[in-house]
């Protein structure tokens, strides 16, 4: 059973800093594409990052290039996402998936966490 558990959000000030983890577990191997997603009310679900955790680079939208930062530890099999300047427009509930055929920002991903909230004010 492949399962995904993203923590660390929460209300934070405007340019400040918050860390994503996903604990993850369940692959049948090492060698998947993982993501990051955001949707705030309203709004449509959109990618924000995505890396290959076998070694592939890493990708990320538009919008937080420069100032959110993807990464994955192998040993801990925890998918992190790193931001920082944080603006009020980044509110949105994050997801991180995982399992996709194409490792790119916004991708179809095969696995869904449940999200976890971050409110910047």
């Known amino acids: 059973r492949v399962q995904l558990v993203e923590s660390g959000g929460g209300s934070v000030q405007a340019g400040g800093p918050l860390r994503l983890s996903c604990a993850h577990s369940?692959?049948?191997?090492?060698?998947?594409?993982m993501g990051w997603f955001r949707q705030a009310p309203g709004k449509e679900r959109e990618g924000v990052a995505a890396?290959?955790?076998?070694?592939?680079?890493?990708y990320y939208a538009n919008s937080v290039k420069g100032r959110f930062t993807i990464s994955q530890d192998n040993a801990k099999n925890t998918l992190y996402l790193q931001m920082n300047s944080l603006k009020p427009e980044d509110t949105a509930m994050y997801y991180c998936?995982?399992?996709?055929?194409?490792?790119?920002?916004?991708?179809?991903?095969?696995?869904w966490g449940q999200g976890t909230q971050v409110t910047v004010s």
């Open positions: 998936a995982a399992f996709s055929d194409s490792c790119r920002v916004g991708g179809w991903f095969k696995y």
């Open positions: 369940g692959y049948p191997s090492s060698r998947h594409c």
């Open positions: 890396i290959y955790t076998a070694g592939g680079g890493t």
